[in-house]
């Protein structure tokens, strides 16, 4: 019995090396394929009608459905054909289409991504062959600049502003004429507007929304070309400082602490009688708290003047898109003043043009306060490889009400600065 | 492919001269290997090349686009475990935070999940038990639901005003906003005990800083976030494991345990000394794969916390994921996974040396000294 089973083994083995070398072979092969090529400005065209891959990440079937439909609208136009996919998960989906080779030509690309992307050459960068650029807000253009060259067109926007529980300001004695327009301003209606189970002010974490008082007492988290951590500034110490002030004292709050996942759930259930959202708020409180009677005004004024924060979402094409050319196109037709006022009319989100401005102003008018932020929000930080620094200061300020602001701005801008520097 | 030719050639050209038997013998492995390679083709294509992949990647700065083996990847030699390992930094940061979180995780769901799951195998193995079978399937049940499902009921059971929390109140407890609440277990406790304030934490501890956490952090134990979830994954996989329990003990022969009633043993003593010695493989079956399990804990993390709050349940797994598709360090997350693995495999070994049978590794050795004594003798001869 013990005889045979020596050899049988050293086959086993080397079977299983043989076929494994192999197999690993073909994988190499496969792969081997794919080799950089650089991002040029002529457009790579395909000849004839294309099949265009698109993929996207979806609010809910509304968005799904004019997405849909306004690719469909383009396909039947030009001849084209577009498959459109809905992501379940965006990050994840554009990573693994990227690393086989084979990427969506046409794309959601958040701007907090952006850099990344940017960086490792995966967009094409089409901006230039948009004629009317300028056409789209300042500040969202610049939010897709990297290192000086705009990559792709913001596909709509919006910035915070402050939402403000109607009934809630009334019972506090508060009139049209009390709306906050400083700091001391907001403190103090905070204050009016605190009883038992009702905070003043309540936020979601996370610098992408204490990061307004920041921009509003002129700092920033990095400096203006990127180079510099600049967290340890007076300018942004002390814009936290004073949050942390009023969250000791119990005015405002943050939404964990509300039992909330955000500022506003907090706001639809009562916790919380203001709160600075974008206006993806609309649409979550039409839904979930559809009796809070509320209104939206611009924030206040920090001592540097007036600030926000801007967030969009630009539709990125690829480099190895076969069909730059096509796929430059798709967007110019989803980027147009009619497609971007149905895309609003459809499910709510804010033209990116500015000369949609007006149109748009007229049908939703409770939206003036994002539209007003439009000229002078913040983007988020657009460098890459921060993703880890900005995610560590995130949940260190969880617990701002107990944190040691000088150490945790420190230790971010130490973190930041290797990043930066890579 | 050579190999298998050469392996096989010379046996084919002298199989006339060969015993028909040897011949037959020959044949059977050549059909057996031909039974085998579909399973073969698929692990190695699913399994064994994903791992080199993945080992390569680890060693070079692929930022995900295109193929890791194009020329224009570099390797970057041990730079990835270099920044997790050696190096001050917040990667070092987080992975030793993840690995602080996950040891509590282990060392909470492990013990507790073994005890439970035998305390009902052994609840549901009495013959006289009524509605056995009811038993069986509700301690079962929540083995076969999907965990995200699951990890969705408890994120509502555990909110701030959810039923956990109602249910404390009646008892007079003021319940904690559970998955927002990032304090330690340890912590907590030290703060009642008086040792310390969790807001002003001693400085000797504070200030002192192991691999990039300060032993403050260190000693934190689970936080009352973590704490949720294990309770959740306790709940969950002591039911599959009541099932292999269940399984060894009613291979336990009754003769064995009757004799032990003759000999005048209580129900602890037949306990102690005749089911647990007989479950003996059973248990370093279940610690094993709850201690694999447990280190590898994602979807928990990944539909409940994101690894949050103040990164108290951020897991190496779920790290791994987050470094490679959201941050793009496709090198570290990869890295990440082989560490995790190095760890698992350390413990398991250690864990089955630890409980290895103590008897049958005495027999073996013996037995081994005997057959060397013996080839000795022949040699000498």
């Known amino acids: 019995m013990n005889q045979p089973r020596r050899p049988r083994r050293t086959t086993t083995l080397a079977l299983t090396l043989a076929l494994g070398s192999a197999l690993l072979a073909s994988a190499c092969g496969g792969g081997g394929g794919f080799e950089e090529e650089s991002a040029s400005s002529a457009p790579a065209s395909a000849s004839g009608p294309v099949d265009l891959k698109m993929l996207f990440g979806s609010s809910g079937d509304a968005e799904t459905d004019a997405v849909k439909a306004a690719a469909d609208a383009w396909a039947k136009k030009t001849g084209n054909k577009v498959t459109v996919t809905v992501a379940s998960d965006m990050n994840q989906q554009l990573a693994q289409g990227f690393a086989s080779g084979n990427p969506p030509d046409v794309f959601y690309m958040d701007a907090s991504q952006y850099a990344n992307y940017a960086k490792d050459g995966s967009l094409y960068p089409y901006a230039d062959q948009i004629e009317d650029n300028e056409d789209f807000y300042e500040p969202l253009r610049e939010t897709f600049t990297y290192e000086g060259k705009q990559y792709c067109v913001p596909k709509d926007f919006s910035t915070l502003a402050l939402q403000i529980n109607t009934d809630a300001w009334q019972k506090a004695g508060l009139t049209d004429a009390d709306v906050p327009k400083t700091w001391v301003d907001l403190t103090t209606v905070a204050k009016k507007l605190t009883t038992g189970g009702q905070v003043g002010l309540g936020l979601s974490t996370g610098i992408d929304r204490v990061g307004v008082f920041v921009v509003q007492n002129g700092g920033w988290w990095v400096n203006e070309d990127g180079t510099k951590a600049t967290g340890s500034n007076t300018e942004v110490r002390e814009a936290l400082a004073y949050v942390q002030k009023n969250v000791k004292e119990g005015q405002f709050a943050f939404a964990p602490d509300l039992d909330s996942g955000w500022g506003g759930e907090a706001f639809g259930t009562g916790k919380a009688a203001m709160t600075i959202e974008g206006n993806w708020i609309k649409g979550a409180l039409e839904k979930d708290y559809a009796d809070v009677k509320y209104k939206t005004v611009e924030l206040p004024e920090g001592p540097e003047g007036k600030g926000t924060l801007s967030f969009t979402v630009c539709w990125g094409v690829s480099t190895d898109s076969k069909a730059q050319a096509q796929a430059v196109d798709l967007v110019k037709s989803l980027t147009s003043v009619e497609q971007q006022l149905a895309f609003a009319d459809a499910f709510g989100v804010i033209p990116s043009r500015q000369s949609a401005a007006e149109q748009y102003q007229q049908k939703f008018p409770e939206d003036a306060a994002f539209i007003a932020g439009a000229d002078y929000g913040h983007g988020p930080i657009n460098r890459p490889g921060l993703d880890q620094v900005i995610a560590d200061i995130n949940s260190k300020l969880e617990n701002l009400k107990g944190a040691n602001l000088e150490q945790v701005l420190k230790s971010f801008d130490t973190n930041a600065q290797s990043a930066l520097e890579k | ?381």
């Not at chain 2, 492990?110 to 009495?126: G, R, S």
């Not at chain 2, 330690?184 to 934490?201: C, F, K, M, N």
């Open chain 2, 1 to 381: 492919m050579s190999t298998v030719q050469t392996a096989a050639g010379p046996s084919t050209g002298r199989a006339p001269q060969r015993a028909p038997g040897k011949g037959g013998a020959q044949r059977q492995t050549t059909a057996g290997w031909i039974f085998t390679t579909p399973v073969l083709v698929l692990l190695g294509l699913f399994l064994f090349i994903p791992i080199l992949m993945a080992l390569w990647v680890s060693f070079t700065d692929w930022t995900g686009r295109g193929s890791p083996f194009s020329s224009n990847v570099e390797t970057v030699g041990t730079e990835n475990y270099q920044a997790l390992l050696t190096q001050e930094g917040l990667s070092r940061q987080d992975f030793m935070t993840s690995l602080r979180n996950t040891f509590y995780y282990v060392v909470g769901v492990v013990p507790t999940q073994t005890v439970l799951a035998l305390l009902l195998a052994v609840i549901v193995n009495q013959k006289f038990l009524k509605g056995r079978t009811f038993f069986r399937t509700a301690f079962y049940f929540p083995a076969v639901v999907s965990s995200v499902a699951i990890s969705l009921v408890f994120l509502f059971l555990f909110t701030g005003t959810g039923a956990v929390n109602q249910f404390l109140a009646v008892l007079g407890i003021d319940g904690p906003t559970w998955f927002s609440d990032a304090r330690g277990l340890i912590h907590i406790v030290g703060d009642w005990l008086g040792l310390w304030t969790i807001d002003s934490p001693p400085s000797g501890l504070a200030d002192t800083q192991v691999m990039s956490l300060s032993l403050w952090e260190w000693v934190s134990g689970p936080s009352v976030a973590m704490s949720a979830i294990m309770l959740q994954v306790i709940w969950t996989t002591a039911g599959t494991f009541m099932l292999m329990f269940l399984a060894a003990l009613q291979d336990l022969p009754t003769e064995v345990e009757e004799a032990a009633m003759v000999d005048g043993a209580n129900r602890w003593q037949r306990f102690r000394n005749v089911t647990v010695p007989h479950l003996r493989p059973t248990i370093l079956l279940v610690i094993t794969l709850g201690v694999i399990g447990t280190w590898q804990v994602f979807d928990q993390m990944y539909v409940m916390t994101q690894g949050g709050p103040s990164k108290t349940t951020l897991t190496p797994a779920y790290l791994s994921y987050d470094a490679a598709f959201t941050q793009k360090q496709w090198g570290e997350g990869a890295a990440m996974a082989f560490l995790l693995f190095a760890l698992i495999f350390a413990l398991t070994s250690l864990q089955r040396f630890v409980l290895r049978d103590k008897d049958e590794a005495a027999t073996r050795k013996a037995a081994r000294v005997q057959a060397r004594a013996a080839r000795r003798k022949g040699t000498a001869a």
